[in-house]
């Protein structure tokens, strides 16, 4: 004899879904701790407010013997793995509609050019570290090969793929202005911090406000993700709309009113599918198709 199987009752529904918590929150920590990071290991840099291109031996020189300089790139090694969680975030809120592929693409850049990072971190910064426990003797004797590293010779060179980083995310800062998941001055913010932050040794004053404005603009979707709220807004609703195929008034609509009210419509469509994601448990969501 064949089985039924029971709806869904309203208190299933709603019920939060833990994995998708845990997911969110975590993101949100994230978002915060990715620029937080950089702020301490930029501003750790000795002569912070110099500006002045540093050649490959001014930098073996710095790193020598400085602990707390080693420990801030020992943070941004780890830091390469929150910056593929926000490249992926970004990634998500422009799934659809204008910014769709600026979205991918640029996601698809940052993630690599921080995997090169983290090379580029550990071929030099780590390396440095290591290179601590040696007396001087042995470590003028390495100087160069240490030089042959810090100028990038032989496959090393593959490292200045980490310029990637920030150009992909300045792709998806376009993409959230055009799209207007974002307002305009938080993806502004995001657009200049991603590439300021690519300064190169010896302009670590520029690297530091650059991470302030990801800080700015990160800050506001760590806490809108924390809260639960829907990132839908009317612009990126009705850019959204051309794949969802929500159909929105049409332009002979009576009075400016009724334009409203459907847009307001509009966006809580959005709104209750975004909710979705979360209230509704994996096994429901699956009997749905």
């Known amino acids: 004899m064949a089985t039924k199987t029971l709806p869904a009752t309203p208190q299933t529904l709603k019920r939060p879904d833990p994995i998708e918590r845990a997911r969110r929150l975590g993101t949100a920590a994230a978002l915060i701790a990715m620029p937080a990071i950089f702020v301490f290991a930029f501003a750790t840099h000795p002569d912070l407010g110099s500006i002045r291109l540093l050649e490959p031996a001014d930098l ?9 300089l080693q420990f801030a790139h020992a943070l941004v090694t780890l830091n390469t793995a929150l910056l593929v969680v926000v490249a992926l975030h970004l990634q998500s ?24 990072l983290a090379a580029d971190k550990g071929a030099l910064c780590l390396t440095m ?15 160069p090969g240490l030089m042959a ?49 690519a300064a190169p040794d010896g302009m670590e004053i520029i690297n530091l406000t650059a991470a302030l404005a990801l800080f700015v603009a990160l800050a506001p979707e760590a806490v809108r993700l924390a809260r639960g709220s829907s990132p839908v807004t009317g612009a990126a609703a009705a850019s959204r709309c051309r794949d969802c195929h929500y159909r929105r008034a049409s332009a002979g609509a009576d009075s400016h009113g009724a334009l409203r009210r459907n847009d307001a419509a509009h966006i809580d469509h959005h709104r209750q599918d975004d909710r979705g994601r979360e209230g509704v448990p994996q096994a429901v969501r699956g009997n749905r198709g």
Do not use: H, Y
């Not at 073996?60 to 707390?68: K, S, Y």
């Open 60 to 68: 073996i020189l710095r790193a020598r013997g400085d602990a707390v």
């Open 93 to 116: 809120l422009l799934r659809t509609g204008r910014g769709a592929w600026a979205g991918l693409v640029g996601g698809a850049m940052a993630v690599l050019g921080a995997c090169l």
């Open 129 to 143: 570290s290591a290179l601590d426990a040696v007396d001087e003797a042995t470590f003028n004797a390495m100087l």
């Open 149 to 197: 590293i810090f100028d990038k010779q032989g496959w090393v060179v593959l490292v200045w793929g980490m310029v990637l980083l920030p150009l992909g995310v300045a792709v998806q800062a376009i993409g959230l202005a055009r799209s207007g998941a974002w307002p305009k001055w938080q993806a502004g913010a995001l657009f200049v911090g991603s590439l300021l932050i």
